[in-house]
């Protein structure tokens, strides 16, 4: 799972960023408002949290226009305002969630697990599944049938995009940009290399072919 964080706020930033990954969460931050609408844009992130008050374009502003775009990833705020309006604002701006400051580190892991399951994008158990085919967030590895693929770190997390958006066209540049990120010094013809790979280890299980090629755009995960 990937959750990007906005906020400007260093000392809060790195609490929050390091408490998520220490929860096994793969986490992208900045500080700036108009440089996470870029970044959310891409639709790379399983989750957002987004401080309201921002350098730039403010949390609110990233969330409408999120939404005016049709993009349903579930959002986060955080905010020292705790006033009922404030609150009203920012769920009518299209906002899943509101957690004010100061907040404890228990809630706000229970808040993104809440947004997570309520998106359909994690199990009860912290799996994840699709045509037979399984992915456990929590062992991060695949499996068939309760035989486990042996995923490496990065095949792993291709599959674990692909079945977050099953039956969804990926682009080349959605998938390197969320495996590999966007200072990657590789190249975005590592995507297909790494689909072969992915590929290999669902053969023998003869779920290979769940992975599909859609020409011109990308790959999809989607049973024939």
């Known amino acids: 799972m990937k959750i990007l964080v906005v906020e400007d706020d260093k000392a809060l930033r790195e609490v929050v960023v390091a408490v998520l990954q220490e929860d096994n969460y793969i986490v992208e931050q900045t500080d700036s408002g108009d440089e996470g609408l870029y970044m959310a844009e891409q639709g790379i992130y399983d989750v957002l949290i987004l401080d309201i008050m921002l350098p730039g374009l403010s949390g609110l502003g990233i969330v409408k226009s999120l939404r005016s775009n049709a993009m349903s990833v579930p959002i986060l705020l955080l905010t020292a305002k705790d006033s009922v ?33 309520r998106s359909g994008n994690l199990g009860k158990e912290g799996d994840l599944s699709y045509g037979g085919v399984s992915v456990n967030t929590k062992l991060r590895d695949g499996f068939v049938a309760g035989t486990a693929l042996q995923l490496t770190v990065k095949e792993y997390e291709l599959l674990e ?19 590999w990120g966007f200072e990657s010094e590789t190249t975005q013809g590592i995507v297909d290399l790494y689909v072969h790979y992915l590929r290999k280890k669902l053969a023998p299980f003869r779920r290979d072919n769940i992975i599909q090629t859609v020409r011109g755009a990308g790959f999809m995960l989607k049973e024939k």
């Open 85 to 117: 309006e404030d609150r009203v604002l920012g769920l009518e701006a299209g906002a899943d969630d509101y957690l004010v400051k100061p907040f404890a580190v228990p809630e706000l892991l229970a808040r993104v697990k809440a947004l997570l399951r």
């Open 161 to 179: 995009f692909l079945v977050i958006n099953s039956e969804q066209i990926l682009t080349r540049e959605q998938i390197f940009d969320r495996i």
